[in-house]
């Protein structure tokens, strides 16, 4: 009897505690999404403790990718970037791509892609190394994760789901109206990282 009370308690646990990002390593959405540093690419240090109380969103970024030319062309991403960042949220795209791999930018390269998209991210940070892609456990391009003012992680996985309901932009709405975010994790999609 003892051992069926302590399952229960367990399996509640479970259910209500923190949901595993899928494939990710520590991450896990309701837990404080870890710290980290990058450089942009015009050269300017960025670390998530910057933006503390405020909501930030980190988008895996492949610009040779069909699944981001997919958002770029018609420029849905840009979109959401602009709404969003005229609130006040922080936008970080991030390009993990190693150097010889499909999507590896140079400082230059990276400006010119952002300029030729118009695209508008708060900031590009280069990974060349694959540190903070490792560290959220990024696997697709795009990959999105959403963190609050708190730090913590309140939405990790796919942009959409391919029918039309946007997961980042329903994330950020119903995190702004003070709302719980209803689908907080989803499978991700897309080409894998090019570690």
């Not at 710290?35 to 040779?64: A, I, M, Q, R, Y």
Request: contains cysteine; hydrophobic residues 40%; glycine residues 10%.
């Amino acid at each position: 009897m003892k051992n069926l009370a302590l399952l229960a308690i367990l399996g509640v646990f479970l259910v209500i505690g923190c949901s595993p990002v899928n494939g990710a390593g520590d991450v896990a959405v309701g837990g404080a999404a870890p710290n980290f540093t990058g450089t942009d690419s015009h050269g300017k240090t960025h670390s998530l403790t910057d933006f503390k109380g405020k909501f930030v969103v980190l988008e895996w970024f492949n610009p040779d990718c069909p699944f981001v030319k997919a958002q770029y062309d018609p420029k849905h991403m840009q979109e959401l970037q602009k709404l969003f960042t005229k609130k006040g949220i922080v936008w970080l795209s991030v390009d993990s791509s190693a150097p010889g791999k499909q999507g590896h930018l140079t400082p230059d390269q990276a400006n010119a892609v952002l300029k030729e998209k118009g695209a508008a991210p708060t900031a590009l940070l280069l990974d060349p190394e694959g540190k903070i892609g490792r560290l959220y456990g990024a696997k697709t391009t795009p990959h999105m994760f959403v963190i609050d003012p708190s730090g913590k992680l309140i939405y990790a996985g796919a942009i959409d789901d391919k029918q039309g309901k946007n997961y980042v932009r329903a994330a950020l709405e119903e995190a702004l109206a003070g709302k719980p975010v209803s689908q907080a994790a989803t499978q991700p999609y897309g080409c894998s990282v090019k570690y």
